[in-house]
């Protein structure tokens, strides 16, 4: 950050200096490989007393000087000039910490470009003897060229124990330069063997050229083989830190990887297949695709090197962004506007908030990414994140993104670079509150005076979501709703009316009319349907069911239930696309594309195939789920455990509000689901489930000692507001909290903190509790979880409390303010369900 930004636009990221970069480390590994191969194949030349292979040496020496010496030597000053520009501070640090290694590397160059004009000028002129030795001097000070700069450039990717003593010789012989240096040794006589079957191939006369072609195909396959074996080597010198990096953690590693295992056997092949043939016609085209495999093989190689660093320029010593390691706190606490050198727009104010953005981008981004490029294109990025969701990303860089430095300014700026890259940079969304229109829903007459029975029901959960699997293709869907209900006979001692009671149902859903009975249970009636009934248009977050009660044929009973079905999921925040339906809801398509697409490259799966068939990719399959009755495949977590798992390491530092962005429960949302009297009290999510980190350190640690839970608990070390080793492992849907934790012995609460004290099972959950005489469900009089009442539902307030504004003309709990005579027909002077259910409602607007 002390020095100026050079702005490549379409050029940055990578794409400039891997242009010049790969070419001349091509160029420069011949410039080894063929200073040997010209020695040898002289030496051949004399032995065979052929003076046609002495004239193809000369020939191919005043080709090799002219690549090598003219062109690489271009290139690599192009090289020096680039990276003095994009990367000077690192550029700086070589120089310092290896001035010796570079005025010695530098003296093996002058004696490269001396011995090898001596060599090529000298053919025919002098004697053999004096010939080869001046070749025997040009390949001695180009391996050592090497030798020199292999050590530097591989303390970039392991510089070891120096970060700690700094010493010269420590650094330059690291972890990985033995197996480096073998490595491109052998790399580089396989492609002067490359390179001579360019010159080969144009041999007139054949029987040579067959000669010289099989002569240059053992340079191609011989070194392969010991090539891979130091490539063994290489990786296994490789610290984990790096090898996780290059093997596991950087997706956007794996093509490259995959290309230099692929390629291997390719070359070797193309080595036999050249050998073997003899039609001139045939072995030029083949001798050039061989050379371009092989600049390709090069390639993907140092792609792998360069990508091992991440997110270092020198691991772990200084970042990509140009900011050393040590520095970083400081940097953090003070901002990134405060400590740069090179900043106009110090302090934010309204008026340059979006321009200090932008130098925020230029800083921190574009060292790395292009802006419309090739490669590393931040747009393309950015297009896919709401600003809620790229700021979940930016503070998630360095933890769950550790192929990205940590986000080296504070929280302010965090959000300014956010909104900046998603609505500047890429003017695609605007956060603005979903239009919701109030809709008009009564609840069912009741008369106190006449009526001798109460119906009470409700859902099991105060909404589903649903990801509409038809429509999106991907089905990450809670299991199907439950409905259950109790008929009350009116007394003085209320009765359960379950014998010849018959309890049916009409919903009118966005597909149509829904009809049809309960099943009779053990104290109430319940309808689990099929599947996830359809929401309507325009989108509304919920159903009303009607429900009738009858008796031996006779009806006695109705009331009216809401059923909440949400289909906001919030994937597109981090993963594009667009709202499927009336712009505020539903799934599309092309955001679960983008979620197959990741999830193919992080787990090694092909479920984009699957989906761009038309089949639709159903979660549950494999990550098992307690609320549709699935169970995980081997070594697999469940579907909570590695949603809330993975994500928790993304989203953990989003100021509490971590849920809103995948649940539909925020305040600009359309949806709302979070209605209940919780809401209204200010509390949140995390007040009963904790933070998005605490949350999934209790469902992983319930996974058990398994490779992925230990994982994904590794990245959360430091994340979660309770210490890891004091929070209760959990089983998703059957351990929740207890209201009573807060609520002891049903009294006021003392507390608000409901976290880490689950029910023991399915028993304890609320929906399945009764009261103390265990006839009424605890739902029946208060409501869902999520929506207990009085729920205040933004579509209107009836929607959320319609059966105590039936039954009681409030939208309180069934019964509040002593209002016993809903099913009691005297008044009531013992609490007969839980203690304090004859005190008056204390929360009241």
Request: net charge negative.
């Amino acid at each position: 950050m002390n020095y100026p930004i050079w702005l490549l636009d379409a050029f940055g990221g990578g794409t400039l200096i891997a242009l010049i970069a790969v070419v001349h480390v091509y160029v420069a590994h011949f410039a080894v490989g063929g200073g040997l191969f010209l020695v040898l194949t002289e030496l051949k030349g004399l032995r065979e007393k052929s003076p046609a292979i002495l004239e193809y040496t000369r020939k191919h020496a005043r080709f090799f000087l002219l690549l090598t010496m003219v062109f690489g030597g271009l290139t690599g000053v192009g090289i020096w000039f680039t990276i003095a520009l994009l990367s000077p501070a690192a550029t700086s640090k070589l120089i310092h910490i290896f001035v010796f290694a570079w005025a010695t590397e530098w003296v093996f160059f002058v004696g490269e470009i001396v011995a090898l004009l001596l060599y090529y000028y000298s053919f025919n002129k002098i004697s053999s003897r004096s010939h080869l030795i001046l070749g025997w001097i040009y390949f001695a000070c180009a391996w050592l060229s090497l030798f020199v700069i292999n050590g530097v450039i591989d303390f970039m990717l392991t510089p070891g124990t120096w970060l700690h003593d700094n010493n010269f010789w420590t650094g330059f012989f690291n972890p990985t330069f033995w197996p480096a240096l073998f490595f491109r040794t052998f790399l580089a006589l396989m492609i002067a063997g490359l390179f001579g079957f360019l010159t080969s191939v144009n041999i007139k006369d054949p029987t040579l050229r067959h000669k010289m072609v099989r002569y240059c195909g053992l340079w191609l396959m011989a070194p392969l083989l010991l090539l891979l074996g130091s490539a063994l080597w290489y990786k296994s010198a490789l610290p984990p830190a790096q090898q996780q990096m290059i093997f596991s953690t950087s997706p956007e590693l794996k093509p490259f990887l995959s290309g230099f295992v692929f390629l291997s056997p390719i070359l070797f092949a193309g080595g036999l297949l050249i050998a073997a043939l003899r039609p001139q016609a045939i072995l030029r085209p083949v001798a050039w695709i061989l050379l371009l495999l092989g600049f390709l093989y090069m390639g993907s190689f140092e792609f792998i090197r360069e990508g091992g660093r991440r997110p270092f320029i020198i691991h772990d010593f200084l970042y990509s962004n140009s900011i050393l390691k040590k520095d970083l706190p400081q940097v953090q606490e003070r901002g990134v506007l405060q400590t740069a050198r090179w900043i106009k727009h110090r302090e934010i104010t309204p008026e340059n908030r979006m321009n200090a953005g932008k130098e925020l981008t230029t800083l921190l981004c574009l060292p790395c990414h292009s802006e419309g490029g090739l490669l590393n294109d931040i747009s393309l990025q950015a297009r896919k994140y709401t600003p809620e969701g790229m700021l979940a990303f930016i503070n998630s860089m360095g933890t769950a993104n550790p192929y990205m430095p940590p986000f080296a300014g504070n929280r302010e700026e965090a959000a300014i670079l956010a909104e900046y890259l998603t609505t500047r940079m890429v003017p695609r969304f605007a956060t603005v509150p979903a239009d919701i229109t109030p809709v008009t829903v009564s609840p069912l007459p009741f008369d106190p005076e006449t009526s001798e029975y109460v119906l009470l029901a409700g859902p099991t959960l105060g909404t589903i979501l649903s990801s509409e699997p038809e429509e999106s293709g991907i089905d990450i869907s809670y299991g199907p709703p439950t409905l259950r209900a109790q008929l009350i006979f009116r007394d003085a001692s209320p009765s359960l009316i379950m014998d010849g009671v018959t309890v049916s149902y009409s919903l009118e859903t966005g597909k149509g009319l829904l009809q049809g009975n309960f099943a009779q249970l053990d104290g109430y009636f319940e309808k689990t349907f099929t599947e996830i009934p359809s929401v309507s248009s325009p989108y509304q977050p919920f159903l009303i069911a009607e429900l009738q009660a009858e008796v031996e044929g006779k009806i006695v009973a109705a009331t009216k239930i809401k059923l909440g079905i949400s289909t906001e999921l919030g994937c597109r925040n981090c993963h594009g696309g667009s709202w499927r339906q009336d712009g505020k809801s539903g799934l599309s398509r092309s955001t679960a594309a983008n979620i197959l697409v990741i999830h193919d490259k992080r787990s090694n799966t092909n479920l984009s195939a699957d989906f761009s068939k038309e089949i639709t990719v159903v979660c549950s399959s494999c990550h098992g789920d307690f609320s549709r009755g699935t169970e995980s495949s081997p070594g697999l977590l469940s579907l909570s455990a590695a949603m809330h798992g993975f994500h928790a390491g993304l989203l953990f530092n989003a100021e509490g509000n971590s849920c809103i962005l995948c649940h539909s429960s925020s305040e600009t949302g359309a949806s709302h689901s979070f209605d209940g009297i919780h809401k209204q009290l200010d509390l949140s999510c995390s007040n009963c489930h904790g933070s998005l980190a605490d949350h999934a350190t209790g469902l992983l640690k319930k996974e058990g000692n398994t490779g992925q839970a230990e994982k994904l608990l590794s990245l959360l070390e430091d994340k979660t507001e309770v210490a890891i080793d004091e929070i209760n492992p959990r089983s998703p849907w059957t351990m929740e909290p207890d209201c009573l934790t807060c609520h002891v012995d049903f009294q006021p609460p003392e507390t608000d903190d409901g976290f880490n004290i689950w029910t023991e099972n399915v028993e304890g959950l609320f929906h399945n509790r009764m009261g103390e005489a265990a006839v009424v469900l605890c739902s029946s009089c208060h409501g869902q979880p999520h929506s207990l009442y009085p729920a205040n539902n933004r579509y209107g307030m009836a929607i959320g409390a319609l059966q105590p504004l039936q039954y009681q003309d409030s939208p309180y709990p069934i019964a509040a303010d002593k209002g016993c005579a809903v099913c009691h027909t005297i008044e009531m002077e013992d609490e007969m369900h839980h203690p304090g259910s004859l005190a008056t409602f204390r929360n009241r607007e």
